[in-house]
């Protein structure tokens, strides 16, 4: 089985980032936007650690790399901030660019507010800003077969 985290808009503030990974211990993470500074300096606080990531709108670039595709054994998982999908005025189109890649899972930020619900054979999945919450989502994939779920850090306050 494989373990994906999932975290997005840390605008800078990367303890609650750092502390979801330590209590995690994820086989891959993935940082949907806000900023990719962020997502850099987690890769090299955890060096040994699998971490892709796309740029989010604060970010004053996006172009093809605003979208990432990833392969985890034999699931394909479609990645963005989701500013370009406008996923805050909903989410077909998101879904619809997931579908044409042939993912099973469609991961975006931008909202923070958590997501997660499966749609057909589509998870879209949002796990929420851990900027000032300590949100994040988890994609486990076994066979091939993806589950997401949302989770807040132990100990921890939360607002959703």
Known sequence: MQRILLLSDSHGNLELARRIIEAERPDRVIHLGDLETDARRLQALFPSLRLAWVP???????????IGIMAVEGCRIYYTHGHKHNVKWGLLRLQLAAEEAGAQVAAFGHTHQ?????????????????????NYALIEIEQGVPHCSLHVLKGENTCF
């Open 56 to 66: 989010g709108n604060c970010d004053h670039k996006c172009g093809p790399e605003c």
């Open 114 to 134: 958590p997501y997660c619900q499966r749609e057909g054979g589509l998870w879209l999945v949002n796990p929420g800003s851990c900027q000032r919450q300590p």
